[in-house]
């Protein structure tokens, strides 16, 4: 069933953006996974996934942010309570400028979980409505979930 | 005469603020009694759990999971080490599925407990607060006899349990269950029915079937709405598809029909409590593979594994690049994303009302700045 759905997803994504927009499609851990580029991922795809009556995705589990060194992710963990399937939405983006489109405009679910990305990654989300720190303060400097982020013992007092 | 003049004024609710129950700042504008904006401000907590993660052993990491939501560790507890355990693909014994479904469910009775308690207690009931904590710490012992701690059992292993339950400790989980069938339905009759509190909270902080799905608000908030998502159904981990239960849903949307659901759901828990200790079978609590803790070494791959906490739906994204230390944790917690509802659903409530619709939300600030 989930082989099913993943060809839907990628036949609705195609019919809309054209051949070749998805890097890979493929199952993990029985559900679908579908990985996009970042200049691939836009509004009008965020709302095929919330709105086409086949798929409805409308409830946004979870937003993770992951620094590859080589280039960066987010993943969303999309779910519909309607129709009772998974999703796994991995969108890419280069390392030195990580800028992915706000799923905030579709999902409101992702306000706070893509201010969060923000704030321990450092991933530019345009379209957020408010984009800004939330668990750190708003003066820190860099962003702690970076692999390359050196920890500052003595700033922190730790030293 | 001349219209009055008015003007807003902006009023720091917290971070030390009782009702909140931890640190937590909600930045008010208020028009006389009106409320205009909230923000919601956070981090007071925040420990960098997620970061912590990448520097430990994969079983280092158990404990630090018992510090997100205090109330309810077992079922973060069980998220963390389930997630593994997918990326390991390892069985778990059956005696150790029947242990953790006992404590993650005495847990949630203990957590709603709090809840009730408290709840009462920030709208003006003192003397409800006694009688949840006097059943809560009847709970919390058996969980101590278990674990050997209170609150943060670090109990779940990623593979089993770390300890098997002690001579006639499931007759004495039984023996609670019954006292708590009691006791509970004795705080029902004395609260539920009660004329001060329904005007306080009836047709109070409504909240839409659309609103919850959109604003990703899950466990007792979303099922106080009318949406019956709840992970042991939807998509049943451990052997929750074994028992016999039922997701107890209201369709008001407002801060009683979340008090309602946290009530039946309590009854529906000392179900799945009293057949689990029934059917729990003799046996090993853990894997072979689970006792040698500093070996675990998951092959590269990710997960995305869900439960259901007494606070909404818990998650880990676990990613793993074959080294003995996590690559990437992600932590979903349920209060932190429940709580965000918070600048749209104040707008236009009275002030008076911001306690009673804060405390409905059930939220717990070590979770939600992690």
């Not at chain 2, 993660?53 to 990491?61: D, K, N, P, V």
């Not at chain 2, 799905?213 to 981990?237: C, F, H, M, Q």
């Not at chain 2, 074959?322 to 104040?346: E, M």
């Amino acid at each position: 069933m989930s082989q099913e759905l993943l060809d839907l997803i990628v036949e609705k994504i195609h019919t809309l953006q054209g051949e070749e927009v998805i890097e890979e499609a493929k199952l993990n851990f029985e559900k679908p996974m579908i990985i996009l580029g970042s200049d691939h991922w836009n509004l009008a795809t965020a709302k095929l996934l919330h709105d086409e009556e086949s798929l409805q995705f409308d409830f946004l589990s979870c937003v993770t942010g992951v620094d590859y060194e080589e280039h960066m992710e987010v993943i969303y963990n999309l779910y519909s309570t309607k129709l009772d399937h998974y999703l796994y939405l991995k969108v890419k983006t280069p390392r030195e400028e990580p800028v992915i489109m706000s799923a905030d405009q579709v999902w409101k679910a992702a306000d706070y979980m893509e201010r969060e990305t923000y704030d321990l990654l450092g991933i530019d989300f345009p379209g957020h409505w408010r984009l800004k720190r939330i668990l750190l303060e708003d003066d820190w400097e860099g962003h702690p979930l970076r692999k390359d982020y050196i920890t500052d013992k003595k700033a922190l007092g730790l030293d | 005469m001349s219209e009055l003049k008015t003007e807003t004024m902006t009023l720091n609710m917290g971070p030390q603020h009782p009702s909140t129950h931890g640190v937590f700042r909600l930045q008010l504008k208020v028009d006389g009694e009106t409320i205009k904006e909230a923000i919601p401000v956070m981090g007071y907590l925040h420990r960098g759990s997620e970061k912590l993660a990448e520097r430990f052993l994969y079983s280092q990491f158990i404990p630090y999971t018992d510090r997100l939501d205090y109330l309810n560790a077992m079922t973060n507890n069980y998220v963390y080490c389930a997630a593994i355990e997918d990326l390991l693909e390892w069985e778990v014994p059956e005696r150790a599925e029947y242990l953790r479904v006992i404590t993650m469910e005495l847990n949630r009775i203990a957590s709603h407990l709090v809840w009730w308690g408290t709840y009462l207690l920030d709208i003006g009931a003192m003397s409800p607060f006694l009688y949840a904590f006097r059943d809560r710490e009847t709970i919390l012992d058996r969980l101590n006899e278990i674990s050997g701690a209170r609150m943060t059992f670090n109990y779940h292993r990623i593979g089993g349990v770390k300890w098997d339950s002690p001579d006639g400790w499931i007759e004495k989980v039984q023996e609670t269950v019954k006292e708590l069938y009691e006791n509970i339905q004795e705080f029902n009759v004395l609260v539920t029915g009660n004329e001060v509190f329904r005007a306080r909270t009836i047709g109070v902080g409504r909240l839409s079937k659309e609103q919850v799905i959109n604003w990703g608000l899950s466990g007792p908030i979303a099922r106080g709405s009318g949406i019956a998502i709840d992970v042991r159904k939807t998509e049943p981990y451990s052997i929750y598809d074994r028992f016999d239960f039922e997701i107890p849903t209201e369709q008001e949307g407002d801060v009683f029909a979340r008090y309602k659901v946290r009530i039946a759901e309590m009854f529906q828990s000392l179900r799945i409590i009293e057949q689990a200790c029934e059917q729990i079978p003799e046996g090993d609590i853990i894997t072979k593979k689970g006792k040698r803790l500093m070996m675990i070494k998951p092959p590269a791959g990710e997960v995305y594994r869900r439960a259901e906490a007494s606070k909404g739906e818990i998650g880990v994204y676990a990613i793993s690049n074959g080294k003995n230390k996590p690559y990437r944790i992600k932590l979903r917690r349920p209060s932190f994303v429940n709580v965000s509802i918070l600048q749209h659903l104040l707008v236009g409530e009275s002030i008076q009302n911001l306690v009673a619709i804060f405390g409905s939300l059930d939220v717990v600030l070590g979770e939600v700045d992690a």
